[in-house]
């Protein structure tokens, strides 16, 4: 076994933590640092840790792990969400030593040394959480260096508000998924691989860089248009938004969590960064449209003011807060979540949501047909 390494949490408010740390020895990509960075946010799911490492909506983010109890079951390729890891670390308080599943073929520990991904562990995460609800997300950094050198790489720390982290985790070249009998162009603002396979399923997807031009899309002559999850704050997402402008109302548009919320700003919206965000796979939102509640995973830091996107119906809220999760435009063939309807970790209340878009493609193809289009 390893030795020791003890190593310090410091929030850019100054709040210290005392723990051990774990997984790599410095940032992916920055050998000769020690220190991992970023705004630091806490997730309340049970099980997934591994989908929710891999999540590129993690971005520039630090996850702790409301869950006390984290890696037990190990890691295996099928469960990851992309490629690598783009979290900036992991807070935990209690890593497991031994991994017990059939399926798993790495432990935690090692499949975060192997992604560059540093961890701290032994820490009091039920405090850190409830100073987060209290006093909202915010930069913190962690490793072997001295506290007020870790308080000074936290409060340098940018965050996620006003800066472009979809260009960080947006495929470079497009690639295609799927069979199903639709032609969908997926935006990948941040992609999960959950998402490209449940759209597979209704559709031969082909999913393009979050920079691909409206002209670019348009000339592929798709029978529909999804914007995908993502990480950190919309307005930064500019490109996508004035492409969504040009191809609305041409085909149809159905986005998800970062998708909702440049498809709300493409309307007319507006955004707001919240206090600590929804990062979890338990969280309550009634669907205006049966009366039905559903329990949905959600991962989100921003979202879009309740009243301020126009003809729209608000279809979805969430109990827990009020804030918006879904609309429907009045009189273009578009809608969106804000929550993860793949459901990847999380429950399968909302993946009828994927069958709705299938329905709206066909819609609106007979729609073309009667000449009723343009």
């Known amino acids: 076994m390893s030795a020791l390494r003890e190593g310090h949490l410091v929030l850019a408010d100054g709040t210290t933590f005392e723990g051990e740390l774990i997984g790599a020895q410095s940032p992916s990509g920055n050998p000769g640092a020690a220190i991992a960075t970023g705004e630091v946010v806490f997730n309340t799911v049970l099980s997934g840790y591994q989908e929710v490492i891999t999540d590129p909506s993690y971005a520039g983010q630090i996850i702790t792990f409301t869950y006390p109890h984290i890696g037990n079951y190990g890691v295996t390729p099928s469960d990851n969400e992309a490629a690598r890891p783009f979290c900036r670390g992991i807070i935990v308080r209690d890593l497991a030593r031994r991994r017990s599943n059939w399926r798993s073929d790495e432990d935690l520990g090692g499949f975060l040394e192997r992604h560059g991904v540093m961890g701290i562990g032994g820490l009091d995460t039920r405090r850190l959480t409830r100073h987060l609800r209290d006093n909202g997300a915010m930069t913190g950094a962690f490793g072997e260096a001295p506290v007020e050198v870790l308080l000074a790489a936290a409060q340098a720390d940018p965050g996620t508000a006003g800066v472009d982290l979809v260009s960080e985790v947006s495929t470079p070249e497009s690639y295609f998924h799927g069979n199903g009998p639709w032609n969908v162009v997926a935006y990948d603002l941040g992609i999960k691989r959950s998402i490209v396979e449940q759209l597979g399923e209704i559709a031969t997807v082909e999913v393009v860089p979050a920079s691909t031009s409206a002209a670019e899309v348009l000339a592929r002559k798709p029978d529909g248009i999804f914007l995908s999850n993502g ?18 109302g041409k085909v149809p548009v159905f986005g998800i969590c970062l998708g909702h919320q440049v498809l709300s700003l493409a309307l007319g919206g507006k955004a707001y960064k919240m206090k600590f965000g929804h990062h979890g796979g338990n969280v309550p939102v009634r669907n205006r ?13 921003f979202a879009i003011e309740v009243g301020s996107v126009p003809n729209v119906t608000e279809t979805h809220v969430c109990l827990n807060d009020g804030a918006l999760e879904g609309l429907r435009c009045n009189d273009l063939p578009a809608f969106s979540v804000q929550y993860h309807p793949e459901a990847s970790p999380g429950p399968h209340d909302s993946q009828y949501l994927f069958q709705e878009f299938a329905q709206l493609m066909s819609d609106f193809a007979d729609t073309a047909a009667a000449g009723e289009v343009g």
């Open 231 to 248: 990480p950190g704050d919309p307005e930064m997402a500019g490109e996508v938004v004035d492409a969504i402008r040009e191809f609305l």
């Open 289 to 301: 449209t049966d009366g039905t509640v559903e329990i949905t995973s959600q991962n989100h830091n």
